[in-house]
T-cell receptor, first 114, second 112 residues
């Protein structure tokens, strides 16, 4: 079974530029999550989708971050404009449903903002 | 949201058992206790979870205190591959399903 795919794996941008990350969840998984992990900390949930609807985006900085999952499968997370403090690993995870006890994580995208 | 407390780091010898503690004194009756681990340069992976009873699976065992205010993840024979950050998480079920809040975790060092 293929795991959660993310791209790119690494990205370096200058502050005030924009960037987008892509995630392809495990086939059949209705729930998709985006996490931000700052160095030395645990992952922090940014947004959770159930199919193409948003379940929880309470910790998403909506003035600069946006995410979509238009067809209920792939998802993109965008940052515009980026700030230095956005430097982190962005992790995508999926689960069969919101009631599932196990989330499957992708390898992450490491973003460096200079 | 209920909070967990874990030691910042622990050290173990290879092929010895490891007991990773977690305190969660504000746990509510419906909170599930989950453990994930994160190997270097990878995303977290599920290890085990439980509600009230002790649990065993191929990766580890989870011992839950009778009052549920603490739990212990047990790795029966640590290997070098078990060196990772281990997260103890309380997953509360709300209207949107389970909400997962990660803490800083315990970094496990395994010595050969």
């Amino acid at each position: 079974e293929a795991g959660v795919a993310q791209s790119p794996r690494y990205k370096i941008i200058e502050k005030r530029q924009s960037v987008a990350f892509w995630c392809n969840p495990i086939s059949g998984h209705a729930t998709l999550y985006w996490y931000q992990q700052i160095l030395g900390q645990g992952p922090k949930l940014l947004i959770q989708f159930q199919n193409n609807g948003v379940v929880d985006d309470s910790q998403l900085p909506k003035d600069r971050f946006s995410a979509e999952r238009l067809k209920g499968v792939d998802s993109t997370l965008k940052i515009q404009p980026a700030k230095l403090e956005d430097s982190a690993v962005y992790l995508c995870a999926s689960s069969f449903s919101t009631e599932s006890y196990e989330q499957y994580f992708g390898p992450g995208t490491r973003l460096t903002v200079t | 949201d209920a909070k967990t407390t874990q030691p910042n780091s622990m050290e173990s010898n290879e092929e010895e058992p490891v007991h990773l503690p977690c305190n969660h004194s504000t746990i509510s009756g419906t909170d599930y206790i989950h453990w994930y681990r994160q190997l270097p340069s990878q995303g977290p992976e599920y290890v085990i979870h439980g509600l009230t009873s002790n649990v065993n699976n191929r990766m580890a065992s989870l011992a839950i205190a009778e009052d549920r205010k603490s739990s212990t993840l047990i790795l029966h024979r640590a290997t070098l591959r078990d060196a990772a950050v281990y997260y103890c998480i309380l997953r509360a079920f709300n209207t949107g399903g389970f909400k997962t809040i990660f803490g800083a975790g315990t970094r496990l060092f395994v010595k050969a």
